[in-house]
Nanobody, 126 residues
Framework: QVQLVESGGGLVQAGGSLRLSCAASGRTFSDYAMGWFRQAPGKEREFVAAISWSGGVRNYADSVKGRFTISRDNAKNTVYLQMSSLNSEDTAVYYC???????????????????WGQGTQVTVSS
């Protein structure tokens, strides 16, 4: 059974940084792409960043380009989201996700993902 567990969320001041982690288990982590999504109160879940199984392909939402970096450590079965220059619009619950199939690429649509973590809250105070 695939399990994804996020950590690293919290309260941070505007302009600050946080690093989120997502630990995966239940299958060979290095065979699958990973993604980060977020959902703010009253809004739909939105794509943040994704990384291919090898790490060679990375995609970002326009709203986070240049501020967020997705990376993965296949030896540790973990994907990271380094967030900097945070602002109040980044406040949301952040979820990591992984697709059922092993395909190349870094997917940007939530319907391309089958497994989801429970989420971690990020709150940016102004």
């Amino acid at each position: 059974q695939v399990q994804l567990v996020e950590s690293g969320g919290g309260l941070v001041q505007a302009g600050g940084s946080l690093r989120l982690s997502c630990a995966a288990s239940g299958r060979t982590f290095s065979d699958y792409a990973m993604g980060w999504f977020r959902q703010a109160p009253g809004k739909e879940r939105e794509f943040v960043a994704a990384i291919s199984w090898s790490g060679g392909v990375r995609n970002y939402a326009d709203s986070v380009k240049g501020r967020f970096t997705i990376s993965r450590d296949n030896a540790k079965n973990t994907v990271y989201l380094q967030m900097s220059s945070l602002n109040s619009e980044d406040t949301a619950v952040y979820y990591c996700a992984s697709p059922r199939g092993s395909f190349s690429g870094a997917y940007t649509e939530s319907n391309q993902y089958d497994f989801w973590g429970q989420g971690t809250q990020v709150t940016v105070s102004s």
